[in-house]
């Protein structure tokens, strides 16, 4: 006869009926007390994260317009431009008061300081939207430098903003940077020849002469080499040099005066010709500014060009209109 063995009796057998209560995890736990509001926060970040990250690929890649604080966006780390007031900055700045930004700018975020941007064109659109105190609308796109450098050598070369000056000063910032000449010119849109003629004459300018002439947007190449020949001649640049530290009056003249002026006083008394006025390139952009024209003449000869998808079409009209347009021109000259 088996032995009942008492233990055995007194711990219940699991199929007995008699199974202990089991602790069952509440279903609102980790939604109430201070760890539901603990995971509830980490929810809500993880999703603002994510639609963050989604937002920030959607600027970078260049397709989107927003708007930012003109205080947290830098200059190109090689400005094109004299910083120089003139008539058509005021304008611009009043165009924008009354009508408000119409164009964005381009930037990247700034390599070098978190949370910050960096322009690569729309400096002048950047400072009225400063003046103003008001946001500034922009394209935010990853650039490299030279990316970033085209990009903006291009726009201004477009919109024809940039002298001669300018352009020149820009074309040997780019080369003492270390760009190679490919990229000036792509950049400026120009040619090996004229590239080499941009450096040549900047060489023989030094800071103090550029800040003495300043922009002069209405001196062009011709007149801006012979000056750099006289520069050159013996004594030229020295005696240039003591005419400008010496001058009280001609500073507050206008670019036309006060570039006569230092030429003289670079050729002296050897030479007795001042350089012509230019044969002025025009230029005209459409107010969509989809339509570019630019025009230069010379003794001989003249050339327009026209840069914007819409050319053929607007060739194509003006072709037409040619007849009209040389009989009114024709009519103007014996008026006149």
């Known amino acids: 006869m088996a032995r009942s063995h008492t233990l055995g009796k007194l711990i219940p057998n699991p199929t007995d009926g008699h199974r202990p209560n089991q602790v069952k995890p509440s279903g609102t736990f980790s ?14 970040l993880k999703a603002k994260a994510g639609e963050a990250e989604k937002l920030e690929e ?19 780390f090689l400005p094109d431009r004299l910083d120089v007031s003139d008539d058509t900055f005021s304008s611009l700045k009043d165009a924008i008061a009354e009508n408000g930004q119409m164009s964005p700018i381009l930037v990247r975020p700034n390599p070098g300081k978190s949370g910050r941007y960096q322009v ?11 003046e103003l105190g008001i946001t500034v609308k922009a394209i935010v796109k990853e650039l490299s430098d030279t990316a970033l450098l085209i990009a903006q050598g291009q726009e ?21 940077q270390g760009f190679g000449r490919e990229v000036a010119m792509a950049a400026l849109g120009i040619d090996k020849t004229e590239l080499s003629r941009l450096i040549a004459v900047v060489r023989e300018l030094d800071d103090e002469i550029v800040e003495y002439l300043g922009r002069c947007p209405t001196i062009g190449r011709k007149r801006w080499m012979d000056f750099a020949d006289a520069l050159k001649s013996p004594g030229g640049h020295k005696r240039c040099l003591n005419f400008i530290r010496g001058d009280g009056e001609q500073k507050h003249q206008d670019d036309e005066k006060r570039f006569i002026a230092a030429y ?4 002296g008394s050897e030479v007795s010709s001042i350089p012509k006025k230019d044969n002025q390139s025009l230029s005209w952009c459409s107010p969509d500014k989809d339509l570019v024209v630019k025009a230069g003449s010379g003794t001989r000869k003249g050339r327009m060009d026209i840069r914007a998808d819409k050319s053929p079409e607007f060739v194509s009209f003006l072709l037409e209109k040619m007849p009209e347009l040389y009989k009114d021109y024709s009519k103007s000259k014996k008026i006149s």
């Open 120 to 130: 690569a064109f729309g400096h002048r659109r950047l400072k009225a939207c400063f």
């Open 156 to 176: 201004n070369s477009e919109r024809t903003d940039l002298s001669f000056l300018e352009r020149a000063l820009f074309a040997k910032k780019l080369e003492s």
């Open 31 to 44: 939604r109430s007390g201070a760890l539901g509001s603990v995971a509830r926060s980490l929810g809500d």
């Open 264 to 267: 003289k006083s670079a050729i």
């Open 58 to 76: 959607k600027l970078r890649d260049g397709s989107h317009v927003i708007e930012l604080d003109p205080e947290k966006v830098d200059p190109s």
